[in-house]
């Protein structure tokens, strides 16, 4: 049902998304997002600032996704905030493209957030992603610590994937299902 109302929202009014996304995303720019981490904090809660979209369709969009990444942890940072993660998705990356593509800028922008002091979760995607999203964490992980995985809650496998992270030492943040602006989650300190 999810993937059947979420087939129509490119159709429907503007206005009508942003109502009903407004729960969901802080917005189209990360100016909107920062506003968001900043009210968070207020709150003392952590969040989780992400990219909504993904599927690159060639080198060049994984590029733009990376620069982009990089200038929300810029700008998180410019702002002084320190209650904060970023969460990117391998599909922005590359990963339907080529995987070693994706590894790299993966590693690229994890070894980015840790200069800058900042934790990298890792989105998990549609199905046909889980396994490589996994290996990827895992191997991310082992490799440089601070990273972490968002895993749905709805996967049937997500229980032994979770207890197998959580093995690894990995942190977990599991959600509810997919999402695709920039979105802001809340998590309680």
């Known amino acids: 049902m999810n993937r059947i109302i979420a ?15 407004r729960r969901y995303a802080a917005g189209e720019e990360i100016e909107d ?15 989780t600032v992400g990219m909504l979209g993904e599927f690159a369709t060639d080198e060049g969009y994984t590029n733009e996704s990376l620069a982009e990444y990089k200038r929300a942890l810029d700008a998180l940072e410019k702002q002084g905030l320190k209650d904060y993660r970023v ?9 339907t493209l080529d995987r070693e593509l994706c590894r790299t800028n993966l590693e690229e922008i994890q070894l980015y957030a840790k200069e800058r002091g900042r934790f990298l979760e890792v989105d998990m995607e549609e199905s046909p992603f889980v396994s490589a999203t996994l290996g990827m964490v895992l191997d991310m992980h082992e490799r440089h610590g601070n990273t972490g995985a968002v895993v749905q809650a709805y996967l049937r496998r997500t229980l032994e994937d979770v207890q197998r992270l959580v093995e690894a030492g990995i942190l977990v943040r599991l959600v509810k299902g997919p999402t695709s602006g920039w979105k802001v989650s809340r998590l309680s300190v």
Do not use: H, N, Q, Y
């Open 7 to 21: 087939s129509f929202v490119p159709f429907m009014p503007k206005p009508l998304v942003g109502r009903i996304g």
């Open 33 to 47: 997002a920062i506003r968001v981490v900043e009210g968070l904090a207020g709150e003392g809660c952590l969040a």
């Open 87 to 95: 969460a990117v998705k391998l599909t922005d990356l590359g990963l």
